[in-house]
């Protein structure tokens, strides 16, 4: 069981918003920053969104990211299928890093 | 262009050794924490371990502590994990992961494409 919790699936039509949850403790989201991550079939995982809402170099402003208390938030905007992929978050919690059990996402 | 390349995984017994290494490129390594994250056959990703710049500061995940050992050689620019008392929960893709930061605890950013550990009789 993961120590940071998000839904197991999503999914989303063409150009339709979604967004995946990540919920945690004082510990881990309530005291640090969090990352998201984004694994495509087969791939290694890329850094999609860091420090709670910035977009590193290339990743498309469709992409946000926002923090409150113990929980944080992904969202994509005007869903493409390229979108299809499993989705984590990541926070530092004391004196590691945890992660959550992954969401994959669905484009119908 | 950033390159993590991994090396050394294999198929090894329960209760054998196995070490891990990763050449880095395209960065300046001594400048970067560094981190080993293993992916089990259909499932999420677990942080393993990491280093610091300077190899002062190393932490790991419970479940490895005291069984692995993670060091580099910013000289070969290098990252290594040294597994011992493998069990068959270790059977993992193993990614050699990079730091924006200097500390273990800065953000990951950039990962190789994994080299696959099993544990098995």
């Not at chain 2, 209760?15 to 981190?35: I, K, V």
């Not at chain 2, 790991?60 to 000289?75: E, L, P």
């Not at chain 2, 929960?89 to 990951?108: F, H, N, R, S, W």
């Amino acid at each position: 069981q993961s120590v940071l919790t998000q839904p197991p699936s999503a999914s989303g039509t063409p150009g339709q918003r979604v967004t995946i949850s990540c919920s945690g403790s004082s510990s881990n989201i309530g005291s640090n920053t969090v990352n998201w991550y984004q694994q495509l079939p087969g791939t290694a995982p890329k850094l999609l969104i860091y420090s709670n809402n910035q977009r590193p170099s290339g990743v498309p402003d469709r992409f946000s990211g926002s923090k409150s208390g113990t929980s944080a938030s992904l969202a994509i905007s005007g869903l493409q299928s390229e979108d299809e992929a499993d989705y984590y978050c990541a926070a530092w919690d004391d004196s590691l890093w945890v992660f959550g059990g992954g969401t994959k996402l669905t484009v119908l | 262009e950033v390159q993590l390349v991994e090396s050394g995984g294999g198929l090894v017994h329960p209760g054998r050794s196995l070490r891990l290494s990763c050449a880095a490129s395209g960065f300046t390594f001594a400048d970067c924490a560094m981190h080993w994250v293993r992916q089990a056959p259909g499932k999420g990703l677990e942080w393993v371990s990491g280093i610091s710049w300077n190899s002062g500061s190393i932490g790991y995940a419970d479940s490895v502590r005291g069984r692995f050992t993670i060091s580099r050689d910013n000289a070969k620019n290098s990252l290594y994990l040294q597994m011992n008392s493998l069990r068959a929960e270790d059977t993992a893709l193993y990614y050699c992961a990079k730091d924006m930061a200097i500390a273990v605890a800065g953000t990951i950013d950039y990962w190789g494409q994994g080299t696959l550990v099993t544990v098995s009789s």
